[in-house]
């Protein structure tokens, strides 16, 4: 079935919207997200991505056509496919007589350099041995075990990881057609380490996130309705709509609100492992960040604290190897992050952050440690980012012979085929297991868009506790 | 009954008090907790490690880590009470106090509270420039955290116990040459900031001023360490035949604005003092709320008395240059009542 392509909604200050180039020909096929043309608004050069698979079979904007959000661009479907009736009634986005070509930036005025002092200074880049993309693996040579787990927690593994994936590609879409406001950091391929860990954890437990908090949350057990009113910005989200993605949480479920600026949750792990133990409670503190994390000396005053205060705390790196488009090699000199754990007088554990199995397991072992009053914990969780860094990345810093090391070690196929081969269940369930899942998300979908919206004027209520 | 007694001590009395009232309290900071130490930088947790073994919490140097975990501690339902040393580290650890402190309420929804109090001693007293700043200004823009200014022992108590027992963090600002510390710990120039404390409890409720002196002529506001140079200003203007009235406002957030509208609509004058700098200040923002809503009843310009927009000095004279005093404060107040 032939889909029409829209113009998306990209904010309500653009005012007018410019096809600068079309990056497919009419009969070359389109993958979900490639980008299909290079628009331009009154703000910058965006690259338009395409919400739907297939061949392009017409565009309906020719370049320089000034299109209106909501105007009809571009059709996709299967080839042959009559679109015509599909057409009907829509309007053609005209190029004006006098096409606008591409502005250039305006060019600023050049500033007159400070005196030089006498020697001219030739500015030495760094380690500029690392200009060659380095490509990220790493390969145990082991599977999910899954001998000696039940069935059904397995089962229940599976059905968490893929939830968390089938939200990101759902939500996506919803943000890719201009549906859903604001922006998302998602977590493609890192599923196995949200879920390895909180099937670790207990209800009292509490857990701390990031910018990219939507698989803890998710792990963690916040309704699905909730997150995803939140993400509308709806009244009833888990944050009533102040939080949005960002600041995911609900600390009567067990997790603090995301804490989006990068290291800023570990000092604050360590605060909650504080109350934990001067009030002698048998409960942990778990906190996630990613690599870019260890960089900040939040991570390292919050490490510290934790060691020298022995606090129920597990620190969770999950190794994605890229600070938002930036190579982990490029930001810190040691090859394992798990090393610096040793300055503060914590074992740090390296873990297949791509096998959920190996995740439970070693968590599970540090978590009971931490419970029993044994002090902190460090866990590297290597794994990997399937999808951009932010809303609209296309990830071309990501080598393509990487990306495919990861496809082909991505967490939620591989506990599916080592169940499938240690015969524990047959294809059926998980197709079972699929289809609660998207039904799930449907309802959670509709559920949101329907539900209503805060009042403006709510932005004044929450600043002061009574 | 009541005792005389110094701010170091009434703030150490208040703890106390608190601590004993309530289990979830609990003080955290650098130099607090160690047998044989100090007391903290100005002795107000002097002892208080002996008496209360395992909740006066020692921190290594290392704010931004112990001031975050503060608010993750409060956030679980603790009162920590954590002592900055000097306010200018408070810096160290502005991403833990605006970032999460103040908006972690707020992006919940309404779900959680960070009730923290942030001891820190602001001002300038001959160690240079970083262990001299008023950053009070730099917080008044920041929803979601009271600001308490305290300049004498009875209003420490009575508003260090309102404070710990206010379900947001407050910033508790107090100032070196107020304290009264003993010592090795003492201030040279100090500026006595003791009073009278009544015996037994009570508490002052954040966001009212005090009234230090009545008159018609004139109104001078201060905090801190200016609410004492405005009410000294106040005895010199008053043999020359001004009448000023001198409010203290004790708390910068919330602000008791009304007391400032009440005096301004009495005396048509206002002078705000204030010892950080002027540029983007406290008095600043006083300043254009009452020209906002107290036009018709200003019969001069206000006047601002603050420190140069330069960071602050150590040598003596430089320093004495820096800082407003009661004679400045005093001309300003001429001018006002002559203009």
């Known amino acids: 079935m032939a889909k029409l392509i829209r113009m998306p909604d990209l904010g309500t200050t653009v005012d007018s919207l410019v096809i600068n180039a079309w990056l497919i020909e009419p009969g070359q096929s389109v993958e979900l997200g490639q980008p299909l043309a290079e628009i331009e608004t009154d703000k910058a050069v965006n690259e338009l991505e395409s919400v739907a698979a297939g061949t392009l079979l017409k565009i309906v904007a020719e370049t320089g056509a000034e299109v209106q959000t909501g105007d009809v661009i571009a059709v996709i479907g299967e080839p042959g496919e009559d679109i015509e009736a599909a057409l009907q009634g829509e309007t053609t986005p005209a190029v004006p007589p006098s096409a606008p070509v591409r502005r250039e930036p305006a060019q600023p005025e050049p500033v007159a350099s400070p005196a030089p002092s006498g020697e001219r200074v030739i500015v030495q880049g760094v380690r500029p041995e690392n200009d060659a993309p380095a490509i990220y693996t790493y390969a145990p040579d082991t599977q999910p075990d899954c001998a000696g787990y039940e069935t059904p927690f397995l089962l229940n593994l599976y059905q968490e990881m893929q939830r968390i994936r089938r939200f990101e590609e759902r939500v996506r879409l919803l943000f890719l057609e201009g549906i859903m406001p604001g922006t998302i950091h998602q977590c493609d391929g890192q599923e196995a380490c949200a879920v390895g860990v909180c099937a670790t954890l207990q209800d009292g437990d509490v857990i701390t996130s990031t910018h990219r908090p939507h698989g803890h949350a998710v792990a963690r057990g916040l309704p699905i309705k909730e997150l995803m009113s939140e993400l509308f910005g709806r009244d009833d989200g888990c944050c009533r709509g102040k939080g949005g993605s960002m600041h995911f949480g609900d600390l009567a479920r067990g997790m603090v609100p995301a804490i989006a600026t990068v290291g800023s949750n570990v000092p604050i792990t360590a605060g909650v492992g504080l109350a934990f133990k001067l009030r002698a409670e048998e409960r942990v503190a778990v906190s996630f960040f990613g690599d870019g994390a260890t960089n900040e000396g939040a991570f390292h005053e919050g490490l510290n604290l934790a060691a020298v205060w022995g606090l129920p705390c597990i620190f969770v790196c999950e190794n994605n190897y890229y600070g938002a488009s930036t190579p982990v090699h490029q930001s810190m000199a040691a090859k394992d992050i798990a090393d610096r754990a040793a300055a503060y007088g914590i074992e740090g554990k390296i873990v297949d952050g791509n096998d959920v199995l190996a995740v439970y397991e070693a968590v599970g072992a540090a978590v009971a440690n931490a419970r029993a009053g044994g002090g902190p914990a460090f866990l590297e969780l290597k794994t990997y980012r399937l999808c951009g860094h932010s809303r609209r990345d296309a990830r071309d810093y990501q080598p393509d012979e990487e990306k495919e090391f990861w496809q082909g070690r991505e967490p939620i196929s591989r506990l599916r085929q080592s169940m499938l081969n240690a015969g524990l269940a047959e294809q059926d369930a998980f197709d079972q297991v699929d289809a609660q899942v998207e039904a799930e998300l449907d309802a959670a979908i509709e559920h949101a868009q329907a539900a209503p919206f805060p009042d403006g004027a709510d932005a004044l209520e929450h600043v002061w506790a009574p | ?339």
């Open chain 2, 1 to 339: 009954m009541s005792r005389h007694l110094s701010i170091a001590e009434s703030l150490r009395e208040a703890i106390i008090e608190e601590m004993e009232r309530d289990g979830s309290v609990f003080c955290m900071g650098e130099d607090i907790g160690i047998p044989g130490g100090w007391g903290g930088a100005f002795t107000v947790t002097l002892g208080l490690e002996e008496r209360f073994r395992n909740r006066v919490i020692d921190t290594p140097i290392s704010e931004n880590g112990f001031v975050g975990a503060g608010v993750g501690a409060a956030m679980m339902g603790l009162r920590p009470i954590v002592d900055l040393q000097y306010a200018d580290f408070i810096f160290c650890a502005m991403d833990q106090v605006v970032g999460n402190a103040a908006k972690m309420r707020y992006m919940s929804g309404g779900k959680l509270s960070v009730p923290m109090v942030l001891r820190a001693p602001v001002g300038i007293t001959g160690r240079g420039a970083q262990h001299a700043g008023n950053p009070e200004s730099y917080f008044m823009g920041t929803a979601g955290l009271k600001i308490v200014t305290v300049s004498t022992a009875y209003d420490a108590k009575g508003l260090l116990k309102s404070a710990v027992r206010d379900n947001n963090p407050v910033l508790f600002f107090e100032h070196k040459l107020l304290y009264g510390s003993k010592g090795a710990r003492a201030e040279s120039g100090a500026v006595d900031g003791s009073s009278d404390v009544p015996d037994g409890e009570y508490t002052i409720p954040i966001g009212e001023a005090a009234l230090r002196r009545e008159g018609g002529d004139v109104t001078i506001i201060g905090w801190l360490l200016m609410a004492h140079f405005a009410a000294q200003a106040g005895d010199l203007l008053a043999k020359e035949g001004i009448e000023a009235e001198v409010i203290d406002l004790r708390s910068l957030v919330p602000m008791d604005f009304d007391a400032i509208a009440a005096s301004v609509k009495k005396t048509g004058r206002l002078v705000i003092a204030e010892e950080g700098p002027a540029r983007g200040g406290i008095a600043a923002e006083i300043a254009a709320r009452c020209a906002e809503e107290l036009a018709d009843y200003l019969d001069a310009p206000i006047r601002r008395v603050a420190s140069p927009n330069v960071p602050p000095p150590f040598s003596p004279p430089m320093e004495a240059f820096y800082r407003p005093d009661a004679a400045r404060i005093a001309d300003a107040a001429r001018e006002s009542v002559a203009g």
